[in-house]
């Protein structure tokens, strides 16, 4: 199947001109559309700087060639706007959605949320999607007339609910947020802007979660042979990999193995792709959407992967979380990490003249869980070689990390 190089507009894409806005009314710029204007305001942030010294796997020093949140946030907007341009969705609209996806992150991946959950567990815990939120919303500081970028109603929206509905019809939590309760943050901000928790998000959005789905499928295979964790023939004999691999061996007799693993990577993401796109056809053809409302209100998502590669991306991930995110070389680095930023906030909570002077403003005036929140977004502001940095200005025993 060839993947279309552009096509018409569908009629139940996201149309700029038709935004439901910013939440500080602002003039229109002469030279981009709204969510264009987005796209540019993401990637002129500090907190889009930081992404590329912040832990996607393997810790920033452990090699030039491994995936940082930057470099995967990038793969994801690639992919993403391939499958917008191939559906007719709005380009610029997924494109800003993928660069957001990751933006709440705290160093260290994933082990670094978990320690700032911990610390929080008290408050409401920390969640990436919320600090997302938070960091558009209020977080970043640029502009002399708001905080936050003031970005369009459908990048929040999609922000918040790429991965599907928060709550259902009642404002019942739903899904990952049944048993924790949907995010103060997210309530909070949508008390300002209705971001209709219940309803699915855009065709767009929907299209970077799939594209973060993809590129962490693939890109993490790619980093994890590179790590020798595992070989190509042991993921192919578990997934849909082994049929690629099969593929390439009856096309290539004779291959250096780095081209291999590059022609498998290649392949698999364009199965994904091409499976979306199929796959988000025969959805259209039943549900008929015929503006992006009709998406949104939709009894499932639009876009999506056949049930035949839905097994697929489990299979894989099953095979990665055991090899790659539990293995034990791993466990031990993030094991580290996750002590790093548990001092750093006890540190912070214990002494915080220690916080720079516009996070500890006004600090012992605040109520607890205030003060609790300002400490976890100072920390999760932070790329992985600064809290390295600000630990070992505290403690003796900084971890290497390695």
């Given at each position: 199947?060839?993947?279309?190089?552009?096509?018409?507009r569908?009629?139940?894409?996201s149309?700029?001109?038709?935004?439901?806005?910013?939440?500080?009314?602002?003039p229109a710029s002469?030279t981009?559309?709204?969510?264009?204007?987005?796209?540019?305001?993401?990637?002129?942030?500090?907190a889009?700087?930081r992404?590329?010294?912040?832990?996607?796997?393997?810790?920033?020093h452990?090699?030039?060639?491994?995936?940082t949140?930057?470099?995967?946030?990038?793969?994801?907007?690639?992919?993403?706007?391939?499958?917008?341009r191939?559906?007719?969705?709005d380009e610029?609209?997924?494109e800003?959605?993928?660069?957001?996806?990751d933006?709440?992150?705290?160093?260290?991946?994933?082990?670094?949320e978990?320690?700032?959950?911990?610390?929080?567990?008290?408050?409401?815990?920390?969640d990436h999607?919320?600090?997302?939120?938070?960091?558009?919303?209020?977080?970043?500081?640029?502009?002399a007339a708001?905080?936050?970028?003031?970005?369009?109603?459908?990048?929040?929206?999609?922000?918040v609910?790429?991965n599907?509905p928060?709550?259902?019809?009642?404002?019942?939590?739903?899904?990952?947020?049944a048993?924790?309760?949907?995010?103060a943050?997210?309530?909070?901000?949508?008390?300002?802007?209705?971001?209709?928790l219940w309803?699915?998000?855009g065709?767009?959005?929907?299209?970077?979660?799939?594209?973060?789905?993809?590129?962490?499928?693939?890109?993490?295979?790619?980093?994890?042979?590179?790590?020798e964790?595992?070989?190509?023939?042991?993921?192919?004999?578990?997934?849909?990999?082994?049929?690629?691999?099969?593929?390439?061996?009856?096309?290539?007799?004779?291959?250096?193995?780095?081209?291999?693993?590059?022609?498998?990577?290649?392949?698999?993401?364009?199965r994904?792709i091409?499976d979306?796109?199929?796959?988000?056809?025969?959805?259209?053809?039943?549900?008929?959407?015929?503006?992006?409302?009709?998406?949104?209100?939709?009894?499932?998502?639009?876009?999506?992967?056949?049930?035949?590669?839905?097994?697929?991306?489990a299979?894989?991930?099953?095979?990665?979380?055991?090899?790659?995110?539990?293995?034990?070389?791993?466990?031990?680095?993030?094991?580290?990490?996750?002590?790093?930023l548990?001092?750093?906030?006890?540190?912070?909570a214990?002494?915080?003249?220690?916080?720079?002077?516009?996070?500890?403003?006004?600090?012992?005036?605040?109520?607890?869980?205030?003060?609790?929140?300002?400490?976890?977004?100072?920390?999760?502001?932070m790329?992985d070689?600064?809290a390295?940095?600000?630990?070992?200005?505290?403690?003796?025993?900084?971890?290497?990390?390695r």
């Amino acid at each position: 199947m060839a993947i279309e190089t552009g096509r018409e507009r569908a009629v139940y894409a996201s149309d700029p001109a038709t935004s439901r806005g910013r939440r500080y009314g602002e003039p229109a710029s002469p030279t981009r559309n709204a969510f264009r204007r987005d796209c540019d305001r993401i990637i002129h942030s500090t907190a889009f700087r930081r992404l590329s010294h912040k832990t996607q796997v393997f810790v920033y020093h452990e090699g030039d060639h491994y995936r940082t949140r930057l470099t995967h946030t990038l793969e994801v907007a690639q992919i993403a706007r391939s499958l917008a341009r191939a559906l007719g969705l709005d380009e610029d609209l997924a494109e800003a959605l993928a660069l957001a996806h990751d933006l709440g992150h705290p160093p260290f991946g994933h082990a670094g949320e978990q320690a700032l959950d911990e610390a929080l567990s008290r408050f409401g815990g920390f969640d990436h999607n919320a600090q997302a939120l938070r960091v558009v919303t209020d977080l970043e500081q640029p502009y002399a007339a708001f905080d936050g970028l003031n970005l369009t109603w459908e990048t929040l929206e999609g922000l918040v609910k790429h991965n599907g509905p928060l709550t259902d019809a009642q404002g019942r939590a739903i899904g990952r947020y049944a048993k924790p309760g949907v995010p103060a943050a997210i309530l909070a901000y949508n008390q300002i802007q209705d971001l209709e928790l219940w309803s699915f998000a855009g065709a767009e959005a929907q299209v970077a979660a799939l594209a973060d789905d993809i590129a962490y499928d693939a890109h993490d295979i790619d980093d994890g042979l590179r790590a020798e964790l595992f070989t190509l023939d042991d993921i192919g004999a578990a997934t849909i990999v082994g049929d690629i691999v099969r593929d390439i061996a009856a096309q290539y007799a004779v291959i250096e193995p780095a081209r291999r693993v590059h022609e498998t990577i290649r392949r698999l993401i364009t199965r994904m792709i091409e499976d979306v796109i199929a796959e988000t056809g025969r959805r259209v053809a039943a549900i008929k959407p015929g503006a992006a409302a009709d998406v949104r209100r939709a009894a499932r998502p639009t876009v999506a992967f056949s049930p035949a590669m839905e097994r697929a991306d489990a299979d894989i991930k099953g095979f990665l979380r055991p090899r790659m995110y539990r293995h034990e070389r791993v466990m031990h680095v993030m094991s580290e990490a996750q002590g790093v930023l548990r001092d750093l906030f006890a540190h912070y909570a214990e002494t915080p003249a220690d916080l720079p002077a516009e996070w500890a403003e006004g600090f012992d005036l605040a109520g607890e869980s205030t003060r609790a929140r300002r400490i976890a977004d100072y920390i999760a502001g932070m790329t992985d070689r600064y809290a390295l940095v600000e630990h070992a200005k505290y403690f003796k025993d900084t971890p290497e990390l390695r």
